[in-house]
């Protein structure tokens, strides 16, 4: 770091003041990398979720310290709305962090604009996976190569207050339970008013993982293969109109209280004490029980009929990926076997983020699960037996969809529109944003 | 420039001129020294991102690749098939045309109080300009969201005092852009300040001789008030016109960056944010966000040519 001073060499009228100033700011300038490169490693690592996955992730953050100094991680964590917004922002700033969790939803527009690192290499060589089981690795896979570790496997799910259906002397949600049943005890547990305001679930027709159930349930899906939508405006009318009928008779939460919800664990009606069962990630009931005061319970989605598929599938719930900018590579590769592979890593992490996608470490989870957990483990038991394949990754313009389901669920509920129009008009939306890509 | 062979020639700066940076900045290098921090600013990080924005209107940028030139696409599809492009534009001019009268009438009628001389004025400037220091903030918008939501405060209080059972105010697409206009309106400080300064400065002898020809409160606010105050009416609300053109926070927070209810309070400027940030629209957004600096400039441009018609500068 000379420059300053060859710079202020040239100037024609120079104080002894200024060339003193200088020749600090040069010997500062200069300290600072040196002073960085004597420290570790220092690499970061980002993810999204609530503050107890952060808490996890922090105690495994620094349970690796012990195992590897050099290596110093930064981890930053958001919602799931502003993460992908921040990812996106800091990719393309050059900026990218280097270790991240990934969605399925994700992995695919980021590995095919290079923004991730193949990880092949690496198999068996610090990353040890192979009992992952081929699905599971798979899963990570595009276009053959493999960008995505699996954290941990789940299903979309049900969950409920188990003490509001006692007191109100309902049945609760359990397997085997048709839509209508379902719909029947929300009723119930709504008249039961064993409190003023609550309802018996939160309003679904908004979720789309339910959505997707259901339409699997009914042999569609909902994206096809192609990318295109994988049902019609029928299918979908049908699914606003089963909602349409248990918020008019008050089975579940009224527009207002639903519109309420953010897509987070703290602001859903089940945590908000509004409604006394909600879908959500079967990973995110730790989460959920957390927050919640009385006992919840875990249950798989109702069914279509006897003999109609159950529409569960296991999927990575999310899955981590080095930048193709990530600097450390082989000391964050080792830290992320540490979260999957090894039993110091795995039991920090639990089951917060799903259950381990290795077989090893499912066992060495079974002697130290808690209650909540074993709910969570007899869940995925149950869907293991039940599901069907894993659907093909949602095509770009995915996240938008989403974002017009929830929009015209809203304006159905809050009887701005018909479920007859809703249909039609997330139908033509949906074409319209897949034609744009 | 004739005038550099006055240039009085001072230390470190060669007094031959013809350098470059001699002809650039002539005779005031000091000056520009000195506004240099600002034109650092305003170059690197106002007037060039503006200009890579442009660029990038004409382009089909996601963040992740390279842009490629689309010509005017983006600006075609916004002007003929784009539905949320309406509603925007609708959700942002209802509350312009709400929240910035509104706004105005109450930081004057507050001015208007202080200004018949109240003791301890200073405090109470300070306590009433406070919603303003606020205003933008992400925890003023989370406290609206508590406040307005179904069993938040407000229904509590309506329920205590009238016995009426409210909806959640905030998340119903009936109510919740007014909800976020009277956000806009409590946060009228600046405004009154400005009113205040303004009426501080029309001379009180106006008045006097008002009251001697026996004009009524009344008479006296419309006919001398008013029009004195006309500058400064103008002045604000030019300012409060653009401000809330670009009103993002609120609704932000408040929507969590969705726009919801039902579009209900989907702001220009956070449909340009979903579509960059949520979507990766990089190239549509940048070309959204320049027909909203057309808008505003189009609206200031008209605000300016009405000046002439109703804004007194004279004395």
Same mark, same amino acid.
């Given at each position: 770091m000379t420059k300053p001073g060859i710079h202020l060499h040239d100037a024609q009228s120079i104080t002894r003041r200024s060339l003193l100033a200088g020749a600090v700011a040069g010997a500062a300038f200069s300290a600072l990398p040196m002073g960085r490169a004597l420290a570790a490693e220092r690499v970061r690592f980002v993810w999204w979720g609530s503050q107890e996955r952060a808490d996890r992730t922090n105690k495994?953050?620094?349970?690796?310290?012990?195992?590897?100094?050099?290596?110093?991680?930064?981890?930053?964590?958001?919602?799931?709305?502003? %993460?992908?917004?921040?990812?996106?922002?800091?990719?393309?700033?050059?900026?990218?962090?280097?270790?991240?969790?990934?969605?399925?939803? %994700?992995?695919?527009?980021?590995?095919?604009?290079?923004?991730?690192?193949?990880?092949? &290499?690496?198999?068996?060589?610090?990353?040890?996976?192979?009992?992952?089981?081929?699905?599971?690795?798979?899963?990570?896979?595009?276009?053959?190569?493999? %960008?995505?570790?699996?954290?941990?496997?789940?299903?979309?799910?049900?969950?409920?207050?188990?003490?509001?259906?006692?007191?109100?002397?309902?049945?609760?949600?359990?397997?085997?339970?048709?839509?209508?049943?379902?719909?029947?005890?929300?009723?119930?547990?709504?008249?039961?008013?064993?409190?003023?305001?609550? %309802?018996?679930?939160?309003?679904?027709?908004?979720?789309?993982?339910?959505?997707?159930?259901?339409?699997?349930?009914?042999?569609?899906?909902?994206?096809?293969? &192609?990318?295109?939508?994988?049902?019609?405006a029928a299918d979908i009318e049908a699914w606003f109109s089963y909602w349409e009928e248990l918020r008019k008779a008050g089975a579940i939460v009224p527009a207002d209280i639903a519109a309420l919800d953010q897509a987070s664990i703290e602001t859903n009606a089940l945590t908000t004490g509004k409604a006394m069962a909600t879908f959500a990630h079967s990973n995110q009931f730790v989460g959920f029980q957390k927050l919640n005061k009385s006992e919840l319970g875990l249950s798989i989605y109702p069914s279509a009929g006897p003999d109609k598929p159950s529409g569960h599938y296991l999927k990575p719930s999310m899955q981590l990926s080095l930048a193709s900018t990530a600097k450390s590579v082989e000391a964050v590769i080792g830290f992320v076997n540490f979260l999957v592979a090894k039993p110091e890593g795995v039991n920090i992490l639990g089951l917060e983020r799903g259950v381990p996608a290795s077989e090893a470490m499912r066992k060495e989870l079974s002697g130290s699960l808690n209650a909540v957990d074993k709910k969570v483990v007899e869940l995925i038991a149950i869907i293991t037996k039940v599901a069907t394949p894993l659907p093909p990754p949602p095509p770009s313009g995915a996240g938008e969809i989403t974002a017009v389901l929830t929009r015209v669920s809203q304006e159905i509920a809050f009887e701005s529109i018909t479920p007859k129009d809703g249909a039609t008009k997330f139908v033509s939306e949906a074409d319209a944003i897949l034609a744009r890509g | 420039m004739a005038t550099t062979s006055i240039a009085r020639p001072q230390a470190g700066v060669r007094p031959e001129g013809g350098g470059l940076l001699h002809r650039l900045f002539g005779r005031q290098p000091a000056g520009y020294l000195f506004l240099l921090p600002w034109l650092v600013g305003f170059l690197g990080l106002t007037l060039g991102p503006a200009l890579a924005s442009l660029y990038l209107s004409f382009t089909d940028y996601n963040l992740l690749e390279s842009p490629n030139w689309v010509g005017a696409a983006n600006y075609v599809r916004i002007a003929t098939a784009d539905p949320r492009f309406v509603a925007a534009m609708r959700v942002t001019l209802l509350y312009v045309v709400l929240s910035v009268p509104l706004k105005l009438v109450f930081a004057l009628l507050v001015a208007m109080a202080f200004n018949r001389g109240l003791k301890g004025l200073p405090l109470y400037r300070a306590i009433f300009y406070l919603p303003s220091l606020l205003g933008s903030s992400v925890a003023i918008a989370v406290l609206w969201r508590q406040l307005f939501a179904g069993d938040g405060l407000v229904n509590m209080a309506l329920w205590q005092l009238f016995g009426i059972e409210g909806p959640s105010w905030i998340s119903n697409p009936r109510y919740s852009l007014y909800t976020l206009v009277i956000l806009s309106v409590w946060q009228f400080g600046s405004p009154m300040i400005i009113f205040l300064a303004g009426l501080r400065q029309i001379p009180v002898d106006m008045y006097e001789a008002a009251n001697l020809d026996g004009a009524s409160k009344m008479r006296q606010f419309f006919k001398i008030t008013l029009p004195l105050l006309t500058p400064v009416i103008f002045f604000n609300a030019v300012i409060q016109t653009i401000d809330a053109f670009k009103a993002f926070t609120p609704a932000f927070i408040i929507s969590d960056g969705q726009g919801g209810p039902v579009n209900s309070t989907l702001f220009y400027t956070l449909y340009l944010y979903q579509e960059g940030f949520g979507f990766f629209r990089m190239g549509y957004a940048s070309a959204l966000a320049w027909i909203l600096v057309v808008i505003i400039g189009a609206f200031t441009a008209f605000s300016f040519l009405s000046a002439r018609y109703w804004v007194h500068y004279d004395e």
């Open positions: 495994a953050i620094a349970a690796y310290k012990a195992v590897n100094p050099a290596l110093e991680i930064v981890g930053e964590f958001s919602g799931w709305n502003d %993460y992908w917004t921040r990812l996106a922002t800091q990719v393309a700033g050059r900026n990218a962090p280097d270790l991240i969790q990934m969605d399925y939803r %994700y992995i695919f527009e980021y590995a095919r604009r290079g923004a991730l690192m193949p990880l092949d &290499d690496y198999l068996g060589k610090g990353l040890d996976i192979a009992d992952f089981g081929a699905a599971n690795i798979d899963s990570g896979r595009v276009g053959g190569k493999l %960008y995505g570790v699996n954290l941990g496997v789940n299903s979309s799910a049900l969950l409920y207050d188990t003490v509001a259906w006692q007191k109100a002397g309902v049945e609760a949600p359990a397997p085997g339970m048709t839509w209508e049943q379902f719909g029947e005890r929300c009723l119930a547990l709504s008249k039961a008013k064993t409190r003023p305001g609550i %309802y018996g679930m939160s309003d679904g027709s908004s979720v789309e993982p339910a959505l997707e159930l259901w339409l699997r349930q009914r042999g569609k899906s909902l994206y096809a293969d &192609d990318g295109k939508l994988g049902f019609d | -």
